[in-house]
Each structure stands twice: as C-alpha cells, then as structure tokens.
C-alpha cells in the first residue's frame, strides 16, 4: 500500500488530454514539492517533473505538473504511443522523514 | 556528463547479506545538495525507495526496512554502498541507485524539495536457495 494514491491506469487517444492524479496528505504533498517519473518498458524510470510543475531539459512542453493542496497532477498534452509506460509521483514525507512514491499508473494509448 | 551505474551479486541465497556498488561520474558526493538513492522494483511492481546519504553523512532509511539497511559512501572512489541483512525471496528486485537532489526553504528551514534527476539502469537482484 503506497503513502501516494495514483490511479492503477488511464487510458487516452492521440490528441487528447490525459492526466494522473497523485494524493496524499499534509505531511507529504500538502508541505513538499512533487516530482514525476517515466518509465517505459524494460527501462529505468526518467525524471519529468519536479518542484510540482518544472520540466528538465529536454522533456517536451506536452508534459505538465501542478500542485494543489495534498493532490497533485500529471498532464500529457496529445499523448503519443512512445509514451506508453508507467508514471510514478513522489515526494518528501515529513512525518516519516523518507521519499515516498505513488503506486504508478499505466498510460495506454488507444 | 552525469552517470551512475550500479553492481552486486546476481542471485543471492535466504538469510544472506546482499551489498550493492553505486559508482558514479559526472558530478561529486562533495556537493551539500546532491546525494545518492537507492530505489528498488520488485518485478512487476511500483518503484519502493529504500535510503539515501547526501555529503554530511546525512542518512535516511525506509522505515519498513531501516533495520535490514545500511547505506555507506567513499567520496574518493564515487562510490555508495548498500547492504541489506537476512534477504528473503520478496527481496528479489531491480534495485536502483539515482542521484538525488534537494533544496533548502529559508522560510520553513525544511529541505522541502527532494528529486532523482539521474538513475543508472539497474541491477537485478534474485533471492533464491
């Protein structure tokens, strides 16, 4: 059981808009910056968002992050099949003192 | 050029200790907001971060296994090292290393961002007799 919740899949077709959410709880999302991974199959997971909306160089404005409250969220503008793969949040857990990670979601596009 | 690439045993038997080898390159283990993760994946499953140590000997530990762990860094070599005591087969993973970066807010005086922005590709790790 993740201290994260993300929904276990979403599904989009080319063009539209998907997005993931990402829960948790004061001690975690609603008092730390959120960051966002990729990882495609058979591969190590790659960062895409951090500090809740901030894109690393390279990764395409298609991908978007926001923040509000103790929920976060994942946007992939015009999804493409190359980005079929698994998307993890994560983030720093206070209370806990350790990085937390979301259960992932699977992104399928149809 | 930033690279992190991780070695250990293949198969490792119950009760054993398993000791994974994070070498790195491209950046330095002297740098106060730069660490480095160790994350794992058992197959088919979410990704579980397991510790990190950044430059002051800071260490954090998953509070599930922080008994079981033990994370260690040789600035010299560019190397961190993890050892996990008594493994059992739900130990069987990929286990990553991932450079990990934080920030300081002056306002709250919490590290308040935390991110793995480089991972090497991972080793996988099978607990078996």
């Known amino acids: 059981q993740s201290v994260l919740t993300q929904p276990p899949s979403v599904s989009a077709a080319p063009g539209q808009k998907v997005t993931i959410s990402c829960s948790g709880s004061?001690?975690?999302?609603?008092?730390?910056?959120v960051s966002w991974y990729q990882q495609l199959p058979g591969t190590a997971p790659k960062l895409l968002i951090y500090?809740?909306?901030k894109r690393p160089s390279g990764i395409p404005d298609r991908f978007s992050g926001s923040k509000f409250g103790t929920s976060a969220t994942l946007g992939i503008t015009g999804p493409q099949t190359g980005d079929e793969a698994d998307y993890y949040c994560a983030t720093w857990d206070r209370s806990l003192s350790v990085v937390v990670f979301g259960g992932g979601t699977k992104l399928t596009v149809l | 050029q930033v690279t992190l690439k991780e070695s250990g045993p293949v198969l490792v038997k119950p009760t054993e200790t398993l000791t994974l080898t994070c070498t790195v390159s491209?950046?330095?283990?002297?740098?106060?907001?730069?660490?480095v993760s160790w994350i794992r994946q058992p197959p088919g499953k979410a990704l579980e971060w397991l510790a990190h140590i950044f430059l002051n000997e800071e260490k954090s530990y998953s509070t599930s296994l922080k008994s079981r762990l033990t994370i260690s860094r040789d600035t010299s070599k560019g190397q961190v090292v993890l050892t996990m005591t008594n493994v059992d087969p739900s130990d069987t993973a990929t286990y990553y290393c991932?450079?990990?970066?934080?920030?300081?807010?002056?306002?709250?005086?919490?590290?308040?961002?935390?991110?793995?922005?480089?991972w090497g590709q991972g080793t996988l790790v099978t607990v078996s007799s």
């Open positions: 491209g950046f330095s283990l002297s740098n106060s907001r730069m660490g």
């Open positions: 500090d809740n909306h």
């Open positions: 004061s001690s975690n999302i609603g008092s730390n910056y």
């Open positions: 991932a450079r990990i970066l934080r920030d300081y807010d002056v306002l709250t005086g919490y590290y308040n961002t935390y991110y793995f922005d480089y």
